[in-house]
């Protein structure tokens, strides 16, 4: 079942808006303005993802098919944001030092400790400022969601959508593992070593042996772990949280849940398939580094029965209910509010009008390359 990646994510994770400056503000909600300061601290948060680095190029024309798509989408998103929040603030709805102390508390012993978050922050490049932030945001969209109903999924619901839905859980031969990953990519690796070498003293040969030192180096102490592990598989959850740098699973004590062959690498799937129900893995290598695997259940193809799925139903109809209610809250509060776009390039019209444009002149620009080449092409034939 896939996970839903919609508007009440966006809100609990997104940048909080800054506070009062100079100017009328490229957007005003309700006469409250958007400044172009608040668009730039999301798009630069945007574009400094791994996913989005090589598009950088792009955004230096406003007019590009990939600036006016992130120019709607951020601009769109600030607006949700300043409805939403100000609705908290009629509401009164705050998130206190003791909400935030116990929020994080809780993702801490979930993450696997303190240095676990900390770098889970740095991966993700999250200051601890905007940490807290986000925190404070996603504990006010809790409050809000309960303050306009209050959330209550049955047994009843879960067999309802279970039987509705059979098809969804029909699955493929599945294993439930864990692993503990000891990140070892040997492309990274060797731009790290050429990063460092500032003064470019290592010729190849120095710089593939400083690598090698390095895999050596992690697959070492993937070993060491593993034969932690397979002397007492009642501590692999605490080693996964304790060495494992796969923040998400780690958080979890290294879970995967239940996957199927064709959802993993090969070798990883080749691995984690032929292992019996709780054996510990060899050291088992990818693209990803260095994994210790422990397979703790399978599952025959077929439909999965009620009560094995019964969890993962709750959780996706909570999480649709949230969102419903965000969906029907923010349609309302929208049709209601004033939002003015004071700077037109920013208005969701005038980015279609100019993507429309944009879209047409590639295609007329493409049409005349085309015809360009057909004469290279008649006297090739000749």
């Known amino acids: 079942m896939k996970s839903l990646k919609v508007a009440l994510v966006a809100l609990a ?78 509401r009164e709805i705050k998130a206190t030092a003791e909400d935030l102390k116990k929020y994080e508390e809780e993702l801490t012993e979930k993450i696997g400790g303190k240095d676990k978050l900390a770098q889970f922050l740095k991966e993700n490049n999250v200051s601890r400022k905007q940490f807290e932030k986000d925190m404070a945001e996603e504990i006010k969209i809790g409050k809000l969601v309960e303050s306009v109903e209050k959330i209550n999924i ?27 990953l000891i990140e070892a ?19 190849a040969a120095a710089v593939e042996a400083k690598v090698k030192e390095k895999m050596d180096a992690q697959k070492k102490i993937a070993e060491e772990v593993r034969t932690k592990a397979v002397n007492n598989q009642a501590d692999f959850a605490k080693l996964a949280k304790e060495y494992s740098t796969d923040t998400m699973s780690a958080a979890r004590g290294g879970d995967l849940g239940f996957f199927a062959r064709e959802h993993m690498v090969p070798e990883f799937s080749e691995a984690a398939f032929n292992l019996k129900v709780n054996t510990v893995s060899e ?7 260095y994994h210790v695997i422990i397979v703790t259940d399978r599952a025959r193809a077929g439909i999965q029965p009620f009560m094995a799925v019964k969890d993962e139903i709750e959780a996706y109809l909570i999480q649709s209910k949230k969102v419903e209610i965000m969906q029907k809250l923010f349609e309302g509060l929208k049709a209601n509010a004033k939002v003015v776009y004071n700077d037109k390039q920013y208005d969701p019209a005038a980015i279609k009008a100019q993507m429309q444009k944009t879209l047409s002149e590639q295609a007329k620009a493409q049409k005349e390359a085309l015809k360009k080449e057909e004469p290279k092409k008649e006297e090739v034939k000749k």
């Not at 909600?29 to 574009?47: A, C, L, R, T």
């Not at 990519?185 to 010729?203: H, Y």
């Not at 050291?283 to 580094?289: D, E, I, R």
Request: aromatic fraction near 8%; charge should be positive; glycine fraction near 4%.
């Open 283 to 289: 050291v088992v290598k990818t693209n990803f580094g």
């Open 185 to 203: 990519n040997e492309d990274k690796v060797r731009q790290d070593v050429v990063a460092q070498d500032k003064f470019g003293k290592l010729d």
């Open 154 to 180: 049955t047994e009843a619901d879960c067999k309802k959508y279970y039987d509705a839905n059979k098809k969804q859980f029909n699955y493929p031969d599945r294993v439930r593992a864990s692993h503990i």
């Open 13 to 90: 994770t997104s940048v909080a808006l800054v506070g009062c400056k100079a100017g009328d503000g490229i957007i005003t909600v309700n006469d409250k303005p958007i400044y172009k300061s608040d668009y730039k601290k999301i798009e630069k948060q945007i574009m400094t993802q791994p996913q989005f680095a090589y598009m950088s190029e792009q955004l230096k024309d406003p007019n590009s098919v990939f600036s006016l798509i992130m120019k709607d989408k951020i601009s769109n998103e600030l607006v949700i944001k300043e409805i939403i929040a100000q609705e908290m603030d009629k």
